[in-house]
């Protein structure tokens, strides 16, 4: 079997287990193969041929059998981020949960333990944001939420940080 069908076949399986967005690491290691530079020249020769979709810096779905589009982004946040706490708040959470009107549309905002940065996707632009409070803090004012795979903030919770980030509060529900 020929690499890019390798490829192909390996991603399939992914998506089928619930994945479907994967790091240059993780691909080359369900590969069978090392992270080296000519595995990134096979990956951005893949994308120029429209095998996969480069979704954020060195992060990749199949243009073939792409995830679900409806939570593709907290997949892609999860790559970004997987290594500390993160969880959505701030407009994101209070348009969610009806705390404001406004219906954030192309930005999801995540607060995190890691650093800030903003990240235009595919799917939408993804802004962290660090918080130096402690997980311990943190931890009684988020919730898990499964359909996503990702925590969400309380809205008490998600206030706090609205405030705390010297954001915008003249959009809350009076």
């Given amino acids: 079997m020929r ?13 089928k287990a619930g994945g ?4 240059a690491t993780e691909i080359a290691f369900m590969l069978g193969e090392k992270h080296t530079p000519a595995f990134t020249k096979f990956l ?10 480069r979704v954020a810096a060195g992060i990749f779905e199949s243009t073939i059998t ?7 982004i907290y997949k892609v946040v999860n790559k970004l981020r997987g290594d500390v706490l993160n969880y959505i708040s701030l407009e994101s959470q209070l348009s969610y949960t009806g705390d ?20 235009p996707t595919p799917y939408g632009v993804i802004e962290f944001t660090h918080t130096k409070k402690t997980i311990e803090t943190i931890a009684p004012n988020i919730y898990f939420d ?25 959009m809350l529900e009076a």
């Fill in 3 to 15: 690499r890019k069908e390798k490829l192909l076949s390996v991603l399939s399986h992914t998506t």
């Fill in 20 to 23: 479907g967005v994967h790091t």
């Fill in 44 to 53: 951005t020769d893949c994308v120029r041929q429209g095998v996969l979709r």
């Fill in 66 to 72: 792409p995830p679900d589009g409806s939570t593709a």
């Fill in 100 to 119: 404001i009107s406004q219906i954030v549309m192309d930005r999801l905002t995540v607060m995190t333990k890691g650093r800030s940065g903003i990240f």
């Fill in 146 to 170: 499964s359909d996503i795979k990702m925590y969400r903030a309380k809205t008490t919770q998600a206030l706090i940080d609205l405030k705390n980030c010297n954001r915008n509060l003249h």
